[in-house]
């Protein structure tokens, strides 16, 4: 018995009774399930002509636009901030400097009108022989005289303001120089005599002094020319000022001195016309005369 086992155990290829008891499963057939078949198609619904129109109008509008392609969005560019108060500073340099030459194309063409002797209305203008000198006393047509013979010595000239009447023959030797003589009726306002002062003291070739007798209150004289006014406010004063003093055309003799100390200090008074008392506070003897073998010294007077 243990022979023929162990000759059926050998490997002749053929299966024990054992294996032969237990048959091999066979897979169960798959199943076909009904939820797996597809589901009949529906029919789609008709489409009306208005929707089909629209449908392909939609489809060329699709066509027409581009599709777009994916692409990074660009940077962000912040713009700086303008630098308001740069300009600001700038329109108002521009806005100062228009205004700046504005004022003074205004004040140039101001200026050139006061120089111009042809705008002061009222203005008398007589031509007179100069250089003519004499120590004699001189019978002027004019009163006050603004050319003709003259003395020697010039009165001084030099923002002098007189308190007393000066006389005549050395006045109008000053106003050979390019002086203006300001001459005012003693009756005058203290006040129109403090503004005329105002304009004569310090002022080179101008000078002031009360005369009697005068046709107006005030009355201003250069060689060759002459101008009365009611008031010391007048604008001809500022005129004549500008346009005569110095004036080439009126000074016959450009570049003379004006300045004469001496007389200055002991002005010579003109001759009394026989009143008792004098045209203003004298700052001589109002009696004294002058020397006329001494008219050359300013300083020099006879006694009374």
């Known amino acids: 018995m243990a022979k023929g086992s162990s000759r059926q155990g050998s490997g002749t290829g053929k299966t024990s009774s054992a294996d032969k008891s237990v048959p091999a499963s066979k897979p169960a057939p798959a199943t076909k399930s009904p939820a797996s078949k597809p589901a009949a198609a529906s029919k789609p619904a008709p489409v009306s002509k208005s929707t089909s129109k629209s449908v392909s109008v939609s489809k060329s509008a699709s ?72 120590d004699q006393e001189i019978d002027y047509a004019e009163s006050p005289p603004f050319g003709g013979e003259h003395d020697l010595a010039w009165a001084d000239c030099m923002g002098t303001v007189y308190p007393i009447q000066i006389r005549n023959e050395n006045a109008v030797h000053s106003l050979e120089h390019g002086a203006v003589w300001i001459t005012y009726d003693p009756e005058l306002p203290p006040d ?55 004036n080439p055309s009126n000074t016959p003799e450009p570049g003379a001195i004006c300045d004469n100390p001496a007389f200055a200090q002991n002005p010579i008074p003109e001759e009394s016309d026989g009143s008792s008392e004098p045209s203003a506070p004298p700052a001589t003897d109002p009696a004294a005369t002058t020397d006329p073998a001494a008219t050359t010294d300013p300083a020099a007077t006879t006694a009374p």
């Open 192 to 246: 129109q005599v403090d503004t005329l002062a105002g304009l004569v003291q310090g002022a080179p070739f101008t000078m002031m002094s009360p005369y009697p007798g005068l046709t107006s209150p005030i009355s201003l004289q250069v060689w060759g020319n002459q101008l009365f006014v009611d008031s010391a406010d007048d604008p001809r004063i500022e005129q004549f000022l500008t346009a005569l003093r110095q």
């Open 63 to 134: 066509k027409a636009v581009p599709k777009s392609r994916s692409r990074k969005p660009p940077p962000v560019v912040l713009a700086k901030p303008k630098p308001w108060g740069w300009i600001a500073a700038a329109v108002a340099v521009v806005v100062f400097a228009v205004a700046a030459i504005g004022y003074a194309v205004i004040q140039a063409n101001e200026q050139a009108a006061l120089a111009d002797p042809d705008n002061i209305q009222g203005l008398q203008t007589q031509s007179f022989t100069s250089q003519q000198h004499s």
